[in-house]
C-alpha cells in the first residue's frame, strides 16, 4: 500500500461551480478524516468516517458540504456553489481505530477558486 | 476544549545549529501530543507522538520532544539543523484519551528556515 491518495492534486474552479475530491485511505484503516487548511495556519477538521459512517462535522462544514465514503472505502468531499473563501488546501488523513495510533496524511488537494 | 499554541510563526537556524520550536497546548484530560512536519505543497508527516509513559520521546530525522505537564509545553528540538530540515512544522493535540475520535487539534505552525 503506497498511502493515503487524494485526487485531483489541484483544482481551479470558477465561483459558482461544484467541485468533487476524492480521498482512498490506506486499505486497512477503517477512520477517514477531512481537514482544512487555508494558507499560513494548521489544518481545521473538517469531519469524520468510521467505516461508512460519518460521525462528527464541524460547525465549518456549512450545508453547501457533503462527505461520503460509500462501503467504508473512498470518500468523496463535494463543495456545492464554490466561493472564493472556499480556495485551501483539503487534506485527507486515514487511521486504525484500535489503541493510540497516528493519522496518515495524503498529500492534499488545493483548490483555488477564481 | 482542547487547543494548541505555537509560539513564533517563524523561527531561522543557521545550519548546524539547535532547533528548538515551541509548543504549549491546553486539555481537560490526558493529552495526546504529535508533532508533524509539512514540506511545500505536500501534506502532513509524522515526526513523533507522545501518548503515556517516557515524557522525552525520540522521533524520525533526529527530532525529539519533551512532555512537561506542568508547563503545559511539548516542545520539539533538534541538536544540529540540516538544510532539509526547512519546512512547516505542526503541533497537534488528540482527543483520543477522552471522547476518542481521533481528531486533532492543531497549532498555527511555526515555518523553520535554515540558514546555510
Known amino acids: 500500500d503506497t498511502g493515503v491518495s487524494q485526487d485531483p492534486r489541484h483544482k481551479i474552479t470558477k465561483r459558482g461551480q461544484n467541485v468533487t475530491f476524492r480521498c482512498d485511505p490506506i486499505?486497512?484503516?477503517?477512520?477517514l478524516y477531512w481537514y482544512r487548511q487555508t494558507l499560513g495556519q494548521g489544518p481545521e477538521f473538517l469531519t469524520y468516517?468510521?467505516?461508512?459512517?460519518?460521525?462528527?462535522k464541524s460547525r465549518l462544514l456549512s450545508d453547501r458540504f457533503s462527505a461520503e465514503r460509500p462501503k467504508g472505502s473512498f470518500s468523496t468531499l463535494e463543495i456545492q456553489r464554490t466561493e472564493q473563501g472556499d480556495s485551501a488546501m483539503y487534506l485527507c488523513?486515514?487511521?486504525?481505530?484500535?489503541?493510540?495510533?497516528?493519522?496518515?496524511f495524503g498529500q492534499g488537494t488545493r483548490l483555488t477558486v477564481v | 476544549a482542547q487547543s494548541v499554541t505555537q509560539l513564533g510563526s517563524h523561527v531561522s537556524v543557521s545550519e548546524g545549529a539547535l532547533v528548538l520550536l515551541r509548543c504549549n497546548y491546553s486539555?481537560?484530560?490526558?493529552?495526546?501530543l504529535f508533532w508533524y512536519v509539512q514540506y511545500p505543497n505536500q501534506g502532513l508527516q509524522l515526526l513523533l507522538k507522545?501518548?503515556?509513559?517516557?515524557?522525552l520521546v525520540k522521533g524520525i530525522n533526529g527530532f525529539e520532544a519533551e512532555f512537561k505537564k506542568s508547563e503545559t509545553s511539548f516542545h520539539l528540538t533538534k541538536p544540529s539543523a540540516h538544510m532539509s530540515d526547512a519546512a512547516e512544522y505542526f503541533c497537534?493535540?488528540?482527543?483520543?484519551?477522552?471522547?476518542?475520535?481521533?481528531?486533532?487539534?492543531f497549532g498555527q505552525g511555526t515555518t523553520l528556515q535554515v540558514k546555510p
Open positions: 488523513a486515514s487511521s486504525l481505530v484500535q489503541g493510540v495510533t497516528e493519522a496518515f
Open positions: 486499505s486497512e484503516h477503517n477512520r
Open positions: 468516517f468510521q467505516n461508512e459512517a460519518q460521525l462528527e
Open positions: 486539555s481537560s484530560v490526558p493529552p495526546y
Open positions: 507522545y501518548t503515556t509513559g517516557a515524557t
Open positions: 497537534a493535540v488528540s482527543d483520543q484519551g477522552s471522547s476518542n475520535t481521533g481528531k486533532l487539534i
